[in-house]
């Protein structure tokens, strides 16, 4: 492990993050909203630090060799770089004094960064709009990736850069769209870029103004969840907005693989992949379920309420969005169970979903049903398939390992959090809707909620789950074995 070239990455990620605060700072000049000098101090600190680390870990040998980032070393900096930014995307938080506490700060940066959502802000349409936009703009960059944000406008990260990238990018198979990893990056961005933007007009002509059309489209094409508003999308009162922002978010959790290839006139690529059609499928049949479920329940007066907020809601905690436009807790039980059962699903392989993904879920089912085939034909040779193509014993070793894995971690830190004393209901909730980036949960950390209240060991041992999930556990969880350490 070349420490001084891990860290000499990880300065150059540091100074990314602190040269996009440049907009936040633009949102406090523009509102002179009194955050103008927090934020310029939190963008020095953070680009001053990176650039350090980046000239003072720089290894002038491995330059001239160019030498391939091993996958010991791919791992670390995306993991590392990970909290790095969580830390230091804290600072306008601290310096702002939105929060008094560090814990609170690294909390909603992470929460940011992650796009899980979860938030300790009590009241949100009380803090400075500049700091706002830099709690929506964490999301943003979070969404798509900052590794994969640097592969696109860093060249000298191109080398080694396929490590990183599989580090980074959610899903079993990192798909590689163009030959050179870099190219690959940029593609995903341009794709990310224009669905931001054609969202941000389309909310704008439903009546937001431009800061909040911008805010909700972060929030809504990362899967994060973070709104400007203290009741979330139900503020703004709009069935338009409601399902703009509910297509934009099934949008997000589709594979941008298949984005790519849409926009490339290729649309049947899209109805060909079984994931994409298992996930249309669950929307549509949930959204059936449960628009039944909470008209017949007298939720809802009339059937074109009951469709629009259950679809809203469908949405958004399949995606792992976490906005609401409604108090799902109040539905019939039934409901409730699906949109749990939704939690541990999230959206599509390459997305920016968050969740075990779609794709994993469909190998275990399809693994599992191969061993009882194997039951009844012990003599029989059966592989796993996806749509054509059969899937290699080394992914279903890593699905079926990391489904373990997740379920273990979640278990093991819901019984952390309880330990601090918080209730059961609340704990496995607010452990399941950190560790699949979900955002709310239930109990108290339910829709209208948050997680303030919550003791400080709770919001640490949360915060490293929301890191867990992101980068998909392994990346993490390595850093914690003993060989990854060994020469």
Known sequence: MRWKYVLHVIGALIACVGLTMVLPLIWAFYYNDGTATPLALSMGITIVTGVLMFFVFRDPEASRSQSVMTHREGMAIVALGWFAAGAFGGLPFYLGGTFETVVDCVFESLSGFSTTGSSVLTNIEAVPRSILFWRSLTHWLGGMGIIVLSLAILPFLGVGGMQLYKAEVPGPVPDKLKPRIKDTAMTLWKVYVMFSALETLLLMLGGMDFFNALCHTFGTMATGGFSTMNTSVAAFDSA???????????????????????????????????????????????????TIAVYLGGNYDNMADAVRYTSFQVASILTTT???????????????????????????????????????????????????????????????????????DDVISGVVGFFILWIGLFVFA???????????????????????????????????????WLPDTAKWVLTFCMVLGRLEIYTVIILFVPEFWRK
């Open 414 to 452: 819901a019984f952390i959090v309880a330990g601090t004393g918080v209730d059961v209901v609340t704990s496995f909730a607010a452990s399941l809707a950190c560790i699949g980036n979900i955002g709310p949960g239930i109990g108290g950390v339910g829709p209208t909620d948050n997680f303030a």
């Open 240 to 290: 338009y907005i409601d399902y703009v922002i509910t297509i934009f978010m099934l949008i997000a959790g589709v594979n941008f693989t298949l984005h790519y290839m849409m926009l490339k006139w290729r649309p049947s690529v899209m109805w060909k992949d079984p994931e994409f059609r298992v996930f249309v499928g669950l929307v549509v049949i949930s959204t059936i379920i449960i």
């Open 322 to 392: 976490g906005f609401a436009t409604a108090d799902y807790e109040l539905w019939p039980g039934v409901t409730q169970a699906i949109l749990l059962f939704f939690m541990f699903i999230g959206g599509c392989a390459g997305s920016t979903g968050g969740g075990m993904k779609v794709m994993r879920i469909m190998l275990l089912v399809k693994h599992s049903y191969k061993e009882l085939f194997r039951l009844i034909h012990p003599r029989s040779i059966s592989r796993v398939k996806m749509g054509n193509i059969v899937v290699q």
